[in-house]
């Protein structure tokens, strides 16, 4: 989970991962770790049963939402997005999700769960071509672990409305299912500008990466390749624009279990590592997780995000 700048730009080179760019990248590299990710599955063409004479016309392929940067926003050393729940009010403080790795101060320990911590942490909130809208302020860290998943919930200073109306930027829509295999994604990193596109390849019972353990991680396809400071980005769902995972980390040199290696462990224990594969962790838990008024409520029934 950390990554310099010589390291991030000559794994990018090398990889020959699928990106689009728009606007100029930050001069600084990020100093936490990032994952990656690049190629869309193709939806398979379902045949409409017919009645008498002819042959069945194959139902029209659904066309993919354009995915664009409006949202998503830059941290010092990730990237982020402000995220509404379905059941979030326009009048409802916003929040920005990212990672747990991402936070101010330093990494939550193994079994560490930060809930309303104050914090005072800025975000350049972007629009739909990456340009810089405006800046929002964090008034606390609502939520953040790196157990069993790895991300950060910060409460901003504004609400949905009046980022809106200052800044004439929408949040994107949190989904509340899981997503499934081969759902083409794009992993959309608002540090660098940039975006990443590919499929869900298939989920992780455990991902464990040195102290930290991570469970039903979603894998993507290896065109993904994701780079310091994408770590946070929201993973889109191409066909509904509605964001399903939070990137957080990749193998980058084949290492086992290792800081920036994490590893695969299924059911029975067995381990595998995939060199240069990239992953993210879900999302649709946050919303069985909070409450009216877009406040954390670890105490809800379906909730089961790690609790203090």
């Excluded at 993507?220 to 939070?246: E, K, L, R």
């Amino acid at each position: 989970m950390n990554r310099s700048l010589i390291g991030t730009l000559a794994a990018l080179a090398l990889s020959g991962a699928t990106l689009v760019s728009v606007g100029a990248s930050s001069a600084t590299a990020a100093t936490e770790a990032g994952p990656r990710s690049a190629d869309a599955a193709a939806t398979a063409t379902a045949e409409t049963p017919t009645h008498g004479k002819g042959k069945a016309k194959p139902k029209p392929k659904p066309r993919p939402k354009a995915v664009t940067f409006e949202g998503t926003v830059a941290l010092s050393n990730c990237s982020g997005a402000v995220v509404k729940l379905p059941d979030s009010a326009d009048r409802d403080p916003a929040l920005v999700m990212s990672n747990g790795h991402c936070l101010e101060g330093g990494f939550p320990a193994p079994g560490e769960v930060v809930v309303d911590r104050p914090s005072s942490r800025t975000f350049t909130l972007l629009d739909a071509r990456a340009g810089d809208a405006g800046t929002v302020r964090a008034t606390k860290v609502a939520y953040a672990t790196m157990t069993d998943t790895d991300v950060s919930l910060y409460e901003v200073d504004a609400t949905y409305a009046q980022i809106k109306e200052r800044f004439g930027v929408k949040p994107l829509a949190l989904a509340a299912e899981r997503p499934k295999a081969g759902t083409a994604i794009s992993v959309v990193s608002g540090y660098w500008k940039k975006q990443y596109t590919c499929s869900v390849d298939g989920f992780v019972h455990e991902l464990r990466e040195g102290r930290w353990t991570w469970k039903d991680s979603v894998r993507y396809t290896p065109a993904c390749q994701t780079i310091g400071g994408t770590s946070g980005s929201p993973v889109v769902d191409t066909a509904t624009g509605a964001v399903v995972a939070v990137n957080n980390t990749g193998n980058e040199s084949g290492g086992r279990c290792t800081d920036n290696n994490p590893c695969e462990v299924d059911e029975n224990g067995k381990v595998t590592v995939r060199k240069g594969i990239n992953y993210a962790q879900q999302s649709y838990q946050i919303t069985r997780c909070v409450a009216d008024g877009n406040k954390v409520d670890l105490s809800l029934p379906e909730c089961t995000l790690p609790k203090p």
